[in-house]
């Protein structure tokens, strides 16, 4: 299968076909055939690009709002610039540069994080002056300029030629591409995807790529797959000619007006990201939408247009050639969905792209097809993968909410724990009105509304947004103390329960985690499940119910992810069924050196040390109710999580905080439980460790259990490692000046050189200063002596802090307060 034309039909077998013939499925299929994979077709409905690809603006800016994205981006950058030489066609790419405008000291201090980040990634930036701007831009105003960040080699691509030349590559290379050749259904057998079914016959294949842009959501239906995306309008102008301009002025980005303005062909292009965006054709995309526009809405975008011409003058005085509107994929979180569906094997998605398909086009097919061909991903892409999304977010009302929010976000102020303000209240907890009484200040995650710190009386639980110190900065102190020195309450019945159950339940358990799940029934394990590299997959609490159930606690944004791992490790055969059950119970955790007083007035049976040890677990009357009482901690203390079925929850919640009120009970969240954590340095999963961090590196070797006669998945490959020395080791990190504040992806120095980013940070109250985690590499080895001795400061912004580095946890290292 070497070449082929749109007017022969598709083969009916295939080891891989991809569906859409946009920027995406064509750079999947020409990534596909470089790993020499043969017999991979392509489809497409109408024509290559009809879809989204074909009009956009084609930038490609570098600095994304995460370092997977950022890499993605990077990735293209690097193979379009050799595109055109290798495949004879044109590309249209400028690197004329990029200049991203700070007009506030917020923005400054903002960019000047992420460009000192994206350093560390390879990124190739410097901080510019207002007047170098100028020189640069010289019909921009930049009055308002408090600073400037310029990326040279960020340029501009043209969308169409792009994709033809991925096309043809990919056609060079060995695939066939058929166009006007619609998908009408995807079979599947015993959860794996075999066949698809399209206009011009039916294709056997165990691997099918939905690359389909906005129709991917209902492309994902056919396969009873959610791929959570919705359309919006998204707009960009187009002048007349303007004296001055030429293919080389640097795109000019201006988060303040929500735009971005470029060079086209001697016009000037205003694009726009607007606060608020429209959802368009939430019931579903036509079928026959093909190189389609939208009729603009010109009041709705003269605010924005006002702003541009606020930036560069000349555009007030001169004619417009073109609005255009047309509609791109967005979802709930501004990442992108990729990888393979949580549940149905073989049938992998890549779509999503936030207005960013062409910039990331190359890296999206690069790394797809290294997960098709090798089975993972070359790179942690968890901030992209399609199994953090959760199946009620297909719910087309949350989605057309959402997406409002979501086309706007990229251009705006990234704050420190900033929420997310529509679509909110998708899951509440039975306590919901309980903690709100008692003034919780909610956040959002995977959809639930959770306490993230309390008010104090007559204080109104609503973020103010900052850098610095933030407005509910002496709440979490107060709570943080509370639990260090007395008893905490936390609200956590969001996170994810899952039940594994069966006669095989444990031999498959264990051969999933680290830890050695052949224990007595009431133990409690603290264990990762590994990929074969030896990768962090998940982390998890496992408490062993009964000779044949096992109950695994996680945190809530990964409940589709653990579900799916544990399913997809368990053998077909074996008697054992994993079952989420997280709706279905509260937890109530309750910790802090008086939680057995607490505890022991209001619940039955012993709470002492011997009668209750730590890492055990049983059932316990409380209230009215029967609790699921485990005894294990994230904050280091002394405490218990109760697990109580939901209609119960209530009592247990009113008999807790009455109990608790004479030993100075406090009502602790989210924010909390991160600054408790981080201060005695537990991990958590997709900030500290993840699918490319291996437990020795992170620290968390304790939890293998090396010897067991049948292993677990990854031991291999962490034993191969273990011999080698630790060129990558996490560190707890606590700052000299109590001022400054650590959130993440702070550059970490060793002896002034850049070894490794901060992965998590906050105030550490006990400590006194702000303290984080993050790894420190070196090629010659990461030793005891290293990071005892080692001069380390961290880069926030412009300023060198100086740090104390340690790898044991700086508050109570020895671990005896869980166990008091
Ligand atoms: C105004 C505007 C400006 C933009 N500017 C930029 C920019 O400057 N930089 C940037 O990076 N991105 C930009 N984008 C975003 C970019 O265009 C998209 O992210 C990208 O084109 C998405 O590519 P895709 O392959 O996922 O989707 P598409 O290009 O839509 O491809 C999907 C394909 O699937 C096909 N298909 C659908 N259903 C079926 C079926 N059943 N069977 C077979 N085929 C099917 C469709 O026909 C379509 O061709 C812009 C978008 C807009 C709207």
Redesign the pocket.
């Known amino acids: 299968m070497t070449t082929n034309t749109s007017d022969q039909s598709p083969p009916t077998q295939a080891r891989a076909v991809i569906?859409?013939?946009?920027?995406?499925?064509c750079s999947v299929a020409y990534h596909l055939a470089k790993l020499g994979w043969s017999e991979v077709v392509l489809?497409?409905?109408?024509q290559l690009?009809?879809?989204?690809?074909w009009?956009?603006?084609?930038?490609l800016t570098t600095l994304r709002d995460t370092e997977t994205q950022t890499r993605l981006a990077a990735y293209s950058q690097q193979l379009y610039r050799r595109l055109e030489e290798e495949t004879g066609q044109a590309t249209g790419l400028i690197e004329c540069g990029s200049i991203q405008l700070a007009l506030t000291p917020a923005k400054a201090e903002e960019m000047g994080r992420g460009y000192r980040a994206a350093q560390s990634w390879g990124i190739e930036c410097e901080e510019i002056s207002a007047a170098e701007v100028q020189r640069l831009w010289p019909l921009a105003y930049v009055g308002d300029v408090q600073t400037a960040f310029h990326f040279r080699r960020d340029g501009r691509i043209n969308?169409t030629d792009v994709t033809r030349a991925l096309a043809k590559g990919a056609r060079q290379a060995g695939v066939a591409i058929f166009e006007r050749c619609?998908?009408i259904a995807i079979e599947q057998n015993h959860g794996r995807v075999t066949a698809v079914e399209t206009a011009l016959g039916r294709i056997e294949t165990s691997i099918v790529v939905n690359?389909?842009?906005?129709?991917a959501r209902q492309?994902g239906r056919l396969a009873g797959v959610d791929v959570p995306l919705q359309a919006a309008e998204?707009?960009?102008l187009i002048s007349e000619p303007v004296d001055g301009v030429h293919p080389k002025l640097p795109i000019l980005r201006d988060p303040g007006r929500s735009t971005y303005i470029r060079e086209e062909a001697g016009k000037l292009m205003v694009?726009i990201f607007e606060d608020v965006a429209r959802p368009w054709n939430v019931a579903g995309i036509p079928a026959d939408f093909?190189f389609g526009e939208i009729p603009p809405d010109w009041d709705r975008m003269q605010p924005y247009l006002e702003r541009a011409c606020g930036r560069v003058p000349v555009l007030a005085e001169t004619g417009v050639k073109l609005l255009?509107c047309?509609?791109?994929s967005f979802t709930a979180d501004h990442n992108y969905l990729m990888g393979e569906a949580p549940n149905l094997k073989g049938f992998f998605v890549a779509?999503g792209?936030n207005?960013?398909?062409?910039?990331?086009g190359a890296g999206v097919g690069f790394v797809m097809a290294h997960w098709i061909v090798h089975g993972n991903a070359p790179m942690d892409v968890w901030s992209v993968n399609i199994r953090r999304s959760h199946a009620w977010q297909n719910n087309p009302r949350y989605l057309a909410d959402r997406v409002v929010e979501t086309l706007g976000i990229g251009y705006q102020d990234h704050w420190p724990f900033r929420q997310w303000s529509t679509a909110r209240g998708v899951k509440r907890s039975i306590l919901h009105d309980r903690v709100a009484a008692v003034g919780a200040c909610f956040g959002e995650s995977a959809g639930w509304e959770r306490p993230n710190w309390y008010a104090r009386p007559g204080q109104k639980p609503v973020y103010e947004y900052r850098w610095g110190r933030q407005n509910w900065f002496e709440n979490n102190a107060q709570e943080h103390r509370a639990v260090r020195e007395a008893v905490g309450l936390f609200e956590q019945s969001s996170f994810a329960k899952i039940l594994v159950q069966g006669r095989d339940a444990e031999r498959a358990l264990n051969r999933v985690a680290t830890a050695d799940c052949r224990v007595p029934i009431g133990r409690v394990l603290y264990a990762q499940f590994l990929n074969e590299r030896g990768g962090i997959e998940a982390d998890v609490s496992i408490t062993r119910l009964a000779s044949d159930r096992f109950m695994v606690v996680t945190a809530a944004f990964t409940a589709t992810h653990v579900t799916a791992w544990l399913r997809g490790n368990i053998a077909e055969d074996s008697h054992c069924v994993v079952t989420e059950v997280s709706d279905a119970w509260c937890m109530l955790n309750v910790q802090g050196p008086r939680s057995r007083e607490l505890l022991a007035g209001i619940a039955s049976g012993a709470w002492s040390n011997e009668a209750f040890p730590f890492g055990t677990a049983r059932e316990v009357q409380i209230g009215y109710s029967q609790a699921l009482a485990v005894r294990i901690t994230y904050v280091g203390e002394l405490g218990w999580e109760l697990y109580v079925p939901v209609p119960f929850a209530v009592g247990v919640y009113d008999a807790i905080v009455e109990a608790g009120k004479p030993l100075g009970l406090a009502h602790c969240g989210y924010h909390a439980l991160n600054s408790l954590r981080i201060e005695k340095a537990y991990r958590d999963w997709s900030h500290d460790i993840g699918p490319d961090d291996s437990p020795l590196d992170a620290g968390l070797a304790f939890t293998c259990a090396w010897s067991k006669p049948e292993g677990f998945i990854g031991r291999d490959a962490l034993l191969a490692a273990r011999s080698q020395p630790r060129r990558r080791r996490l560190v707890q990190f606590l700052l000299s000046d109590p001022h400054e504040m650590l959130y993440h992806n702070e550059p970490i120095l060793l002896e002034g050189r850049r070894v490794g980013l901060i992965t998590s940070g906050m105030f550490a109250h006990t400590l006194g200063a702000a303290a984080g985690l993050g790894y420190v590499a070196d090629e010659r080895g990461v030793t005891d002596e290293l990071i005892a001795m080692g001069r380390f400061e961290i880069l926030i912004g412009n300023r060198t802090v100086p740090a104390r580095a340690s790898l044991r946890p700086l508050y109570d290292p020895g671990g005896a307060r869980p166990r008091g």
């Open positions: 569906i859409g013939g946009g920027v995406a499925g489809l497409e409905r109408d690009t009809c879809g989204t690809t009009h956009a603006a084609g930038l969308p619609p998908v690359c389909g842009g906005m129709w492309i998204h707009y960009y694009g093909a255009f047309g509609p791109e779509a792209f207005s960013l398909g062409i910039l990331s």
